[in-house]
């Protein structure tokens, strides 16, 4: 991995200088535009709608556009004096129970290394964190954006997690928040079950991304020059018409699930149809032959 950014957790009067990784990536497959004909990239220039001129970059600003349509542009010097700190540090502002902080704040993970003078404050700050339970919530500037992000601890690495503001998350506003929606007792009890039926730990090995793997396919039969078979459309699922009788019937499908039953099939017993039946009548005489017995 390449470190993006050096700087410092900054925690009280200690100081303990990191690097910072990006700690995920996306594994998506990657395409360019073509023309269909010859396979040629399409290219894009920057052209200004104005004059019709291709514009070189370094004549290229930002612009804010107003509610009146006009644009207010505006150079690197009116950047210069906002409150963006340019200090790398990670201030450490406070430790709360991680609990209280809402995933839905959090934005990407990076991972937190040590410079080698930096070791062993923060080992120490790692251990301190981890035993007490608790996340830190940090303040840094990364990408001329200011953020609010926690740190935790992961497999003895800090792993910063930027963070929202309260201001970018979004409030649900849906009609049927607003509708008084029935949920009967057995319902709800029978949607409970389903729950216990499916649980069990989780392990993101099992999982595995189905339409990614599907179109490398797709791109590794076009450069062998095979034929190309398209995936056969699922048919779309459909509402329950009877709640009760789905929410038992997924139930009952999670136990055989769980149980193993439709997933591994029975060993053959090796017997043939007639020997099988044979056993069957065998059995059936069987107790009327002990009842015999014992009356006589």
């Not at 291709?54 to 006009?70: C, F, M, N, Q």
Request: aromatic share 8%; charged share 35%; hydrophobic share 35%.
């Amino acid at each position: 991995m390449r470190s993006i950014w050096k700087g410092a957790i900054s925690f009280g009067l200690v100081t303990i200088p990191v690097k910072l990784y990006s700690a995920t990536e996306q594994k998506d497959v990657s395409f360019h535009q073509v023309h269909r004909k010859d396979g040629g990239r399409i290219r894009y220039k920057r052209v200004c709608t104005q004059d019709g001129e291709e514009v070189p970059y370094s004549d290229i600003a930002k612009g804010y556009e107003l509610a009146s349509g006009e644009m207010v542009v505006l150079t690197d010097e009116d950047f210069e004096d906002l409150p963006l700190s340019s200090s790398r540090r990670i201030d450490v502002l406070q430790f709360a129970p991680v609990e209280q902080i809402d995933p839905i704040y959090f934005a990407k993970s990076y991972y937190l290394e040590p410079d080698a003078q930096g070791a062993k404050p923060y080992v120490l700050l790692r251990n301190a964190l981890e035993s007490s339970g608790q996340v830190a919530v940090v303040k840094v500037a990364l990408r001329q954006r200011e953020s609010l992000a926690t740190l935790r601890v992961r497999d003895g690495v800090f792993v910063l997690e930027t963070m929202l503001w309260p201001d970018e998350i979004r409030v649900p506003d849906f009609p049927f928040l607003e509708e008084d929606i029935e949920v009967r007792p057995q319902e709800l009890k029978m949607a409970e079950s389903l729950i216990t039926t499916m649980e069990s730990d989780f392990d993101p090995s099992e999982y595995h991304d189905t339409y990614r793997e599907a179109l490398q396919q797709v791109i590794e039969a076009k450069v062998a020059g095979k034929e190309v078979i398209p995936a056969q459309e699922e048919e779309e699922a459909k509402p329950a018409v009877d709640l009760m009788a789905a929410l038992r019937a997924s139930v009952e499908a999670a136990k055989r699930e769980r149980e193993g039953s439709s997933a591994k099939p029975k060993k053959a017993s090796g017997k043939s149809k007639d020997s099988k039946e044979k056993e069957s009548k065998e059995e059936e005489k069987a107790p009327a032959k002990r009842k015999t017995r014992k009356s006589a």
